[in-house]
């Protein structure tokens, strides 16, 4: 927390923290939540109640392969930028976070308005407003302050709610799919489970599904899906599910 904030709860001045600080987005961070892989998530206090402030940190630790698909694709169209972000000097390396950051708000405001079952984003959809959230993703907090929602991988689940669970993850998945988005990481990892609803959450790697590669991701999300729920003793086939998410009906 003291990296984060000073003594008097002020985010370092400059930083996309002390910009949604200023602006009353998010008035305080009270806690980390989890320091995954790419982000650390904490919880904050907002006019909105409970908020997740999901932090993308140094770029440095992200996996290469998974920026390429940006790198090579849609994504950095601008020389310079691509060559900064390769070298991942200082400006290319927060380039990078807050590319990230964007491309999870787009993807959650996309879904949120859609109706599907991910975390109401904040900041947003205009695109300045994303813009000035820099690297932090503001959303809404799944859970109670004094219990956050835990992962589906987490869970105790009995047998009927580790089915519910699963169909609701399936139709999730479909929902996703009929928006045109394939998730990318799709797993009881990143499957929140609140008040007997499922959530989707870490969201900025999703793709298009009209994209070359779509099918063969959607693929895998089926296959990590079926995998992850076999420890809540649920026995499926990826195959079918498959199936399932890409039916017409
Ligand atoms: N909106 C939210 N409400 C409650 N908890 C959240 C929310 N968003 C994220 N979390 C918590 O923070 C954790 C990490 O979030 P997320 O999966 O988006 O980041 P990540 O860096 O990809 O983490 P990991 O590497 O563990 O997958 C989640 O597993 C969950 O416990
Ligand atoms: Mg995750």
Known sequence: ?????????RAAPGTALARLQERGFVHEILGELKS????TVYLGRSPLGPVAVKIYRDAEVRSFKNDQRYLEGRWVGDARLSRAI???SGAGREA??????AQEYLVLWE???AGLPVPEPLVGPHVSDITMAGEVVLMRFVGDPDAPAPRLSDALLDADEAADAFAQSVAAMKALWRLGLVHGDFSTY???WWQGRVTV?????AMRADQPAAREVLAQDAASLVRTFARLGIEADADEVLRTVTAEH
């Open 1 to 9: 927390m003291t990296a984060l904030l000073d003594a008097e709860g």
């Open 36 to 39: 995954g892989k790419e982000a």
């Open 86 to 88: 390769q070298r991942r």
């Open 96 to 101: 990078l976070k807050a590319m990230w950051a």
């Open 111 to 113: 879904a949120w308005r």
């Open 190 to 192: 990143n499957l929140l």
């Open 201 to 205: 959450i870490d969201v900025p790697q």
